[in-house]
């Protein structure tokens, strides 16, 4: 058996670990997924809620880190460590300069997206009370139901985002068996601070 399909210990499972977690703690905290978890659980059953965003965020990880994992193997390493660099740099700054901009009172504008997609759904041109029994009806729903309207608003909101980004440089550049089990555990710290918060 050849073992070139295995990834290189890029500085060991333990670096990708910790770098993993580290890295999905600055990325998730106030970040719309984080917000879509914490508002689905003001109306929601939370566990219900914490389960699909938490099953989404896994999956998500793996493809990352599978991408992280493939990416090398097209492109020379050299070029995937200056990438991941830019990408880590760009998102400082963007976090940087959004921090700066705001005001001590205002809401950052993912929160005030995620709620006008969550708690003002667009209405149709029925009358208001269709839009009362969709509210009441909204509540009733069942675990699964609850939990896979979390898994797909959550993996829906995570594709493209920062730290589905980061997670493949990251595996691109360290343990990628470490990343990822470090940003799952990093994303279940962050969606349990949302759901319980």
Not at 14 to 39: C, R
Not at 42 to 54: D, E, K, T
Request: aromatic fraction near 8%.
């Amino acid at each position: 058996f050849s073992s070139s399909w295995l990834p290189a210990n890029n500085g060991g499972f333990m670096k990708g670990f910790t770098s993993g977690v580290a890295m999905i703690l600055a990325t998730e905290i106030g970040d719309k997924t984080f917000f879509i978890a914490a508002v689905l659980s003001m109306r929601q059953q939370r566990s219900a809620v914490f389960l699909g965003a938490v099953a989404s965020l896994y999956v998500m990880t793996v493809l990352s880190s599978i991408m992280g994992l493939i990416l090398p193997k097209m492109v020379p390493v050299k070029y995937t460590h200056i990438l991941g660099g830019i990408l880590f740099l760009y998102f400082g700054i963007k976090l940087l300069m959004d921090a700066r901009t705001m005001d001590n009172n205002q809401v950052s504008e993912e929160l005030e997206e995620v709620e006008e997609e969550l708690l003002h759904p667009k209405k149709d041109d029925g009358d208001e009370e269709s839009g009362a029994v969709v509210s009441t009806n909204s509540m009733r729903k069942g675990f699964s139901q609850i939990a896979m309207q979390s898994f797909t608003l959550t993996f829906l909101a995570e594709w493209g985002d920062r730290s589905q980004i980061a997670t493949i440089a990251l595996s691109a550049a360290k343990n990628p068996y470490g990343v990822t089990l470090g940003g799952c555990i990093g994303h279940t710290l962050c969606t349990g601070m949302a759901v319980l918060g």
